[in-house]
């Protein structure tokens, strides 16, 4: 607000001082005004000369009030580059081998402020290759639950293990190189779509990029593009739309081999026709893999071995879809009347 109100300042001030001057040169002109010695033409061209002189000084201003916002800006970006790194590996943290993807809670609480618990008392264990779809209302913590998997935030008590290892005693490189993530806002960078879904695993060979993109139907949309695979897009995907980024990031997140799998509303910008047809891609995503699914859609989650409804800062029920329709309890509810 300080930068703006300078800035609004600044101009105002430096116009009015210029326009001030040419009337007091215009009023002293008509003043001592003699044909004989200082003509209408003279008068005019000092004006002129004044004008070309106060010119510059504008500049200046322009550029004070550039300097103002943008050290407003630089005031932001350096809080956040001194913020403390609070998650990152231990002393004498060791390297985590590799896994088959058994997941644990054991009576894990968490929030994002002191005393104010999102989860409370959550424990479970995920075999591995399981897959289980987290479902629940907005803001029951199922995001924060796959966080803590990732490793994203520290936990201060109790304790999460893949295949009985403490995650908080390993490095987060051997954890996280070993887990794909696909979240809601699918990021695209500058360059080919090549390029960005061989961005998981480097020394990809096209045919594997290719290989991954068909898995997914990315493919089908790919090979329409006048240069295919090599089609250059830009920054964030703009050329793409939300369905296509999505697509891609899922062939980008196979190309990688997790694995632990987490989608969180990985398939919100696809429209239904091309979620059907995705919907073996899913399927062949998850085969062999410890995943975990978070989707309002419940053809995403339907088939998956195990729905945990999330709610009240816990897990109100767990079980497979024919058995909490059986039931007939809150995921039972939610279910019938989305259908309806």
């Keep these: 607000m300080r930068a703006v109100r300078y800035a609004h300042l600044i101009w105002p001030v430096s116009d009015n001082i210029s326009t001030l001057i040419r009337a007091a040169m215009f009023a002293t002109g008509l003043m001592v005004f003699d044909p004989a010695?200082?003509?209408?033409?003279?008068?005019?061209?000092?004006?002129?000369?004044?004008?070309?002189?106060?010119?510059?000084?504008?500049?200046?201003?322009?550029?004070?009030?550039?300097?103002?916002?943008?050290?407003?800006?630089?005031?932001?970006?350096?809080?956040?580059?001194?913020?403390?790194?609070?998650?990152?590996?231990?002393e004498g943290a060791a390297e985590l081998g590799e896994i088959t993807g058994q997941v644990s809670f054991n009576d894990v609480s968490f929030g994002y402020e002191k005393g104010n618990d999102v989860i409370e008392h959550i424990s479970f264990d995920?075999?591995?290759?399981?897959?289980?779809?987290l479902f629940g209302p907005t803001g029951a913590g199922k995001s924060t639950i796959v966080s803590l998997i990732s490793r994203f935030y520290n936990i201060d008590r109790d304790s999460i293990t893949v295949d009985g290892v403490d995650i908080s005693d390993v490095t987060l490189r051997s954890l996280r190189t070993q887990m794909g993530i696909?979240?809601?806002?699918?990021?695209?960078?500058?360059?080919?779509?090549?390029?960005?879904?061989?961005?998981?695993?480097?020394?990809?060979?096209?045919?594997?990029?290719?290989?991954?993109?068909?898995?997914?139907?990315?493919?089908?949309?790919?090979?329409?593009?006048r240069k295919g695979?090599?089609?250059?897009?830009?920054?964030?995907?703009?050329?793409?739309?939300?369905g296509e980024k999505q697509l891609i990031s899922f062939a980008r997140t196979l190309l990688s081999d997790p694995k632990i799998l987490v989608l969180d509303e990985a398939t919100s910008s696809i429209d239904?026709?091309?979620?059907?047809?995705?919907?073996?891609?899913?399927?062949?995503?998850?085969?062999?893999?410890?995943?975990?699914?978070?989707?309002?859609r419940l053809s995403t989650i339907r088939n998956?071995?195990?729905i945990m409804y999330i709610d009240d800062k816990g897990i109100r029920e767990s079980g497979s879809h024919d058995e909490l329709m059986a039931k007939k309890g809150a995921y039972y509810e939610l279910y019938t009347s989305q259908s309806a």
Aim: proline share 1%; glycine share 6%.
């Design 37 to 90: 010695t200082v003509t209408l033409g003279t008068l005019a061209a000092m004006t002129g000369y004044a004008s070309r002189f106060w010119q510059p000084i504008m500049n200046l201003s322009n550029i004070m009030n550039n300097f103002i916002n943008n050290i407003a800006y630089l005031e932001r970006i350096f809080e956040t580059l001194d913020e403390p790194v609070t998650v990152t590996d231990k």
């Design 182 to 225: 696909m979240l809601q806002d699918s990021f695209i960078f500058c360059g080919t779509i090549l390029d960005n879904i061989r961005y998981s695993k480097l020394d990809a060979t096209d045919e594997e990029v290719v290989r991954a993109a068909k898995t997914v139907c990315a493919d089908q949309f790919i090979s329409l593009m």
């Design 304 to 306: 998956c071995d195990r």
């Design 229 to 242: 695979y090599n089609t250059e897009v830009n920054e964030r995907g703009s050329k793409l739309s939300g």
């Design 126 to 133: 995920v075999k591995a290759g399981e897959s289980v779809a």
């Design 272 to 296: 239904a026709k091309t979620e059907a047809l995705l919907q073996q891609g899913i399927a062949e995503l998850l085969k062999g893999r410890t995943s975990f699914i978070i989707a309002h």
